[in-house]
């Protein structure tokens, strides 16, 4: 199974790219928020309760994934403080397992972009972070810092390329399958 593993800050367009690299290749989409939204309704973010379980529901996901021997799996995550280090860690493990590894790609985009696009009406919808002043006030505090993530096979900046113009360029540098129609 090959798990491509789309990173960057909130904004930068991982879950409207991950949709058109999933149409592209077959893959199924995961996308981290949804186990967010399972949780939040009963731990606050962060709490340890909530940090434990969103990780162990990723983990769950990647685990099952690999048994069943999924061609692929697209996952789209936001490197955040309450993540715990040892979960990229245990991703590629139970990848690497499965006989096969994490492809990390980090979406990017100028600051002035993100900032437009962090309070779009489809971000408040899906329970995503969509505050300029909050997003200013995390980003200053660190709270999005990529540094302890894996060194990304590609780097994209989704600023000035189409969601499908990105998408297929990832599917291209990683050498990924066109799905059959």
């Not at 789309?6 to 077959?26: C, D, F, I, M, S």
Request: aromatic share 8%.
């Amino acid at each position: 199974m090959q798990l491509v593993f789309l990173y960057g800050k909130p904004a930068t367009g991982k879950l409207t790219v991950a949709r058109e690299l999933a149409a592209l290749t077959g893959y199924k989409l995961f996308q981290n928020q949804l186990a967010v939204n399972l949780l939040l309704p009963v731990f606050d973010f962060g709490s340890t309760p909530f940090v434990e379980l969103r990780e162990e529901i990723w983990l769950a996901v990647f685990r099952r994934a690999a048994k069943e021997r999924l061609p692929g799996l697209v996952f789209t995550f936001a490197p955040e403080t309450t993540v715990r280090p040892s979960f990229v860690e245990e991703t590629i493990d139970i990848v690497a397992t499965a006989g096969s590894r994490v492809r990390f790609v980090e979406l990017t985009c100028s600051r002035e972009e993100l900032l437009q696009r962090i309070d779009a009406k489809s971000r408040r919808q899906s329970g995503k972070l969509a505050s300029r002043l909050e997003f200013e006030r995390l980003d200053a505090a660190g709270v999005f810092a990529t540094s302890h993530m894996p060194k990304a096979e590609v780097t994209i900046d989704t600023g000035p390329l189409k969601p499908e113009e990105a998408a297929e360029k990832i599917r291209k540098e990683l050498r990924l399958p066109r799905a059959r129609t």
